[in-house]
T-cell receptor
């Protein structure tokens, strides 16, 4: 069973701080990694994708990938109350179907 | 305009009833997926389809069936609903491999309650 694990939280940070979200995965053949943001009762929204080792920055978001250690992280700089949501890590399985396996999500609360 | 739509958005039904959830997309994607989400859990794959003639079971297909009526339409059926199928259901689409990457785009979801 291929697994994607995240700390469920809740994670609370003050407004303006850096929020750090972590994810580990079991499938060494995984090639594509995604972070989705999900507000309560809403659908997941893709915010970051990363495919190679290192950092990828997009605005206030930075995704970090380390395939050797099988972890991927998401940093949110200058956190805002509107960032309060559940963040889902998703990993593409190796093999021809390349399905997404999701973690259970980390609930983030940004305190004003 | 929404690229991926789902109907109904909310449904309450009784144990033993047959129910169909529908998904339509205007993204032109060939790959479509049905997921289930329970409170505090991630998304679990029910079924997926790479084209009209290619339908595959996901990790939790028991108690569900699907129909791919056209490239743009993918329906999920519960033949005899049971209370533990109460959940939030999402449809998602993805373009053909090689067209960009492996990103999936989600519909707004259907909240299903089985009494």
């Amino acid at each position: 069973q291929k697994e994607v694990e995240q700390n469920s939280g809740p994670l609370s940070v003050p407004e303006g701080a850096i929020a750090s979200l972590n994810c580990t995965y079991s499938d060494r053949g995984s090639q594509s990694f995604f972070w989705y943001r999900q507000y309560s009762g809403k659908s997941p929204e893709l915010i970051m994708s990363i495919y190679s080792n290192g950092d990828k920055e997009d605005g206030r978001f930075t995704a970090q990938l380390n395939k050797a250690s099988q972890y991927v992280s998401l940093l949110i700089r200058d956190s805002q109350p509107s960032d309060s949501a559940t963040y889902l890590c998703a990993v593409t399985e190796s093999g021809s179907a390349r399905q997404l396996t999701f973690g259970s999500g980390t609930q983030l609360t940004v305190l004003p | 305009d929404a690229d991926v739509t789902q109907t109904p958005r909310n449904r309450i039904t009784k144990t033993g009833k047959r129910i169909m959830l529908e998904c339509s997309q205007t993204k032109g994607h060939d790959r479509m997926y049905w997921y289930r989400q329970d409170p505090g859990l991630g998304l679990q794959l029910i079924y997926y389809s790479f084209d009209v003639k290619d339908i595959n079971k996901g990790e939790i297909s028991d108690g569900y069936s699907v129909s791919r009526q056209a490239q743009a339409k993918f329906s999920l059926s519960l033949e005899s609903a049971i209370p533990n199928q109460t959940a939030l259901y999402f449809c998602a689409t993805r373009g053909r491999a090689g067209e960009g990457n492996n990103e999936q785009f989600f519909g707004p979801g259907t909240r299903l309650t089985v009494l």
